[in-house]
């Protein structure tokens, strides 16, 4: 997992609510378990007019013009802003997946569902948790600039907006510290690789029975 510190990206608002797990990749495309291969069918029933398949070309599928990923001045976003409870629906771990592989690195609304949530910080991607207020004025600050950036610090925990606007958010102390080091939860097992050998060694000793 890539480690995640600071992000000055391109934001692209997703001005909706209660966005489930099925609209950001939808069931037909879970034939995988890898993590990529996915970005190119997130949202996919809203930036297509056709029906999408697996393992359909998708350059060739004709675009929703008016969905927001479509956008010009949105190619290239790495944080999306979103309205409350982004994310409902089912556990699918594609989801987060789909979003990392399609370049989003961060994730911004007042509130996320709450497996959603837990999945985004395992693959990589950091939820940001920010109040009502604070949402309407950087979707109002988005549609209205063109080329509109944030600056995401998660050592200070603080979005910044052009205009020098400070935003400070939560972050659980053992996520952030994983988010930082670039742990998953292999990532996490593999430092105490040295201690799991010399044990799986020590049984070998112990109930040789075991390993016949």
């Known amino acids: 997992m890539e480690k995640f510190t600071r992000l000055d990206g391109l934001v692209a608002p997703l001005d909706r609510a209660n966005v489930d797990t099925d609209a950001i990749i939808p069931k037909q495309f879970l034939k995988s378990i890898k993590r990529s291969g996915f970005g190119p069918n997130l949202f996919d029933e809203w930036r ?13 599928r004709p675009l929703n013009k008016d969905f927001v990923l479509n956008q010009p001045r949105y190619q290239g976003a790495q944080i999306l802003l979103a309205r409350e409870n982004f994310g409902c ?4 771990e594609h989801a987060p997946w789909a979003l990392l592989d399609y370049g989003f690195l961060a994730v911004i609304a007042p509130s996320f569902a709450d497996i959603f949530f837990n999945n985004c910080f395992k693959n990589g991607i950091l939820p940001i948790v920010v109040d009502a207020e604070e ?4 979707f109002n ?5 063109e080329g509109y950036r944030l600056a995401v610090d998660l ?21 952030k510290y994983c988010l930082l080091n670039g742990l998953d939860d292999i990532g996490l097992t593999l430092q105490n690789a040295d201690k799991i050998k010399a044990y799986e060694e020590r049984r070998k000793v112990e109930t040789p029975w075991l390993f016949s």
């Open 155 to 175: 050592e200070q925990q603080l979005v910044t907006t052009p205009d020098g606007h400070g935003i400070s958010f939560s972050v659980d102390p053992f996520r």
């Open 89 to 92: 629906g089912s556990s699918r």
């Open 135 to 138: 949402i309407d004025r950087l």
């Open 48 to 60: 297509y007019l056709d029906h999408g398949e697996p393992g359909q070309d998708c350059s060739n």
């Open 141 to 145: 600050e988005t549609v209205a600039a």
